[in-house]
């Protein structure tokens, strides 16, 4: 079987470690010859690499593991890129999140006038990485979650429309786990779904098992009651998640007929979210104090100690869909996933230049959309008011457009006034100096 070469953009990411674990867990299915790093923090990346080096040491010492800063080293000689970038890291998800509730307004890593600020950060990193890519592996594909996916997804069809990049998300799988968990099922992939909406904006439409029997009603019992929160929580969901779970029971009331994705809530219950947020301590405090405090310990730990075991790292199951997706590509699979892709009629009532997340098969020549067919109103509504926040940030990036980028801010559903969003605006452009394009 062909092994691949992969590098890993963002190698000092806290998702890094349990990638590279489940990587390993697959190599049957999608052997690696060679395993890159790529960050543009040094000393970040090396923390993560070097407990990584460890664990390839101990399970797979045949392949070549190395990590850089240099593009043209981490990207020559490979067959697929992992990115996932934060530009800005922590402390900027902090204001993202922080400087919406100053004025009343919820603050989110991927929603609302955070999602977009992170959005204008993201754009110029991910460009980036594709033209590393373009420049020095031509034939590799880019699979990409660097959030904000749907801003980043509307980018790169924008600005690299011939571009070899996927652009995907974990929550649908997040949510079908614990859906299965629900149905009484072992696995996710004993359900087949039909599900459409714009990333981290969607609905399921249909879910069965792998006989075509009807999995929703069995479901909706649980949903109407606890939301996604599963009978039994072996994972041990941190409270903020566990409070986003169960609220999906509210979410899901306005259609009954579907079951939404988690993050609807912010769209359609932003004040709640305001009211139950604490402006002092948000969610990026909150990563900061245990994903970033445990990954980054477990791997000094490691480090220290030169073995594996000295670590608490754990392998990132959901991640697997990033190995479906390599292994589609590679080995022309007809994987059957939810990709973010062009519309181009898959949703026959909506923009067909619009960056939606359906159903795709996909194969070596990357996917193949399945139809949607019409939506009803209610949900064709509300994606067109925030499919247009989300090409007017892209444009804002795009033009250098104060007055664009306000108006996207202006549009969103989580924004009272183009007072309060013209507020917002100011006080993230100063935050974002260094990062974001100057506006004019
Ligand atoms: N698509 C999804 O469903 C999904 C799921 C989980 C996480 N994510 C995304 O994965 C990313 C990583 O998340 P995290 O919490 O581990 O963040 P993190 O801050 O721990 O890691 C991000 C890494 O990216 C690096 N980086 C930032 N800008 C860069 C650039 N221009 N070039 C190269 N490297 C750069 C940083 O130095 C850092 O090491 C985020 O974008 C997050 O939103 C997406
Ligand atoms: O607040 P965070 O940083 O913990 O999570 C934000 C991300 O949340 C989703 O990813 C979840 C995923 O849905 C869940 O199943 C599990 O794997 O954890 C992931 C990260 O917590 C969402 O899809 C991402 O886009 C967010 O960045
Ligand atoms: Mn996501």
Redesign the pocket.
């Known amino acids: 079987m062909k092994k691949f070469s992969v590098v890993v953009?963002?190698?000092?990411?806290?998702?890094?470690p349990g990638i590279v674990l489940m990587l390993l867990a697959n190599q049957h299915r999608f052997p690696l010859r060679a395993l890159k790093f790529?960050?543009?923090?040094g000393a970040?990346?090396e923390t993560?690499a070097e407990a990584c080096k460890v664990i390839l040491k101990e399970q797979a010492p045949d392949i070549e593991f190395s990590y850089t800063t240099d593009p043209k080293e981490a990207f020559t000689d490979i067959d697929f890129v992992m990115a996932?970038?934060?530009?800005?890291?922590?402390p900027m998800r902090e204001q993202d999140e922080k400087i919406p509730l100053r004025h009343g307004v919820l603050g989110q890593?991927?929603c609302g006038p955070g999602g977009i600020a992170y959005g204008m950060r993201?754009i110029?990193?991910v460009l980036?990485?594709v033209d590393f890519m373009e420049k020095y592996s031509p034939n590799a594909w880019m699979l990409n979650?660097?959030?904000?996916?749907a801003i980043v997804a509307e980018a790169t069809r924008r600005l690299r429309p011939k571009a070899k990049i996927l652009n995907?998300?974990?929550?649908p799988i997040g949510i079908e786990s614990r859906m299965a968990q629900i149905a009484g099922l072992k696995d996710r992939k004993e359900m087949r779904v039909r599900y459409y909406g714009l990333n981290h904006f969607g609905w399921w439409t249909s879910i069965e098992d792998k006989n075509g029997n009807d999995l929703m009603p069995k479901i909706r019992e649980h949903v109407a009651k606890f939301g996604y929160v599963p009978p039994s929580d072996e994972h041990g969901t941190e409270a903020s998640w566990n409070d986003t779970f169960s609220k999906a029971k509210d979410v899901w009331a306005l259609d009954p007929s579907t079951f939404p994705n988690t993050y609807l809530k912010y769209y359609l219950f932003p004040d709640y979210v305001v009211e139950h947020s604490n402006p002092e301590h948000t969610r990026a405090n909150e990563?900061m104090e245990h994903?970033?405090k445990h990954v980054f310990g477990s791997c000094n730990a490691i480090i220290q100690a030169g073995k594996s075991s000295a670590g608490e790292l754990e392998i990132d199951e959901h991640a697997s869909y990033i190995v479906d997706l390599a292994a589609a590509i590679a080995f022309n699979t007809q994987e059957r996933m939810l990709l973010i892709v062009p519309n181009n009629g898959a949703i026959n009532n909506f923009d067909p230049e619009a960056m939606v997340e359906i159903p795709c098969l996909v194969g070596k020549s990357g996917p193949e959309p399945l139809v949607v067919g019409n939506i009803p109103q209610f949900q064709k509504g509300l994606m067109s008011q925030q499919v247009a926040v989300e090409k007017l940030v892209v444009e804002a990036w795009e033009e250098r457009s104060y007055v664009k980028l306000w108006q996207a801010i202006t549009l969103s559903k989580t924004v009272p006034s183009a007072s309060v969003a013209k507020a917002i605006l100011d006080d993230l452009i100063v935050a974002n100096k260094e990062y974001w394009p100057e506006l004019k």
Request: charged share 25%.
């Open positions: 953009a963002g190698g000092g990411s806290t998702f890094t790529y960050d543009n923090d970040r990346q993560i996932h970038i934060r530009v800005g890291k922590y890593e991927t993201s110029g990193g980036e990485l979650y660097s959030n904000p996916a995907i998300c974990d929550m990563v994903r970033e």
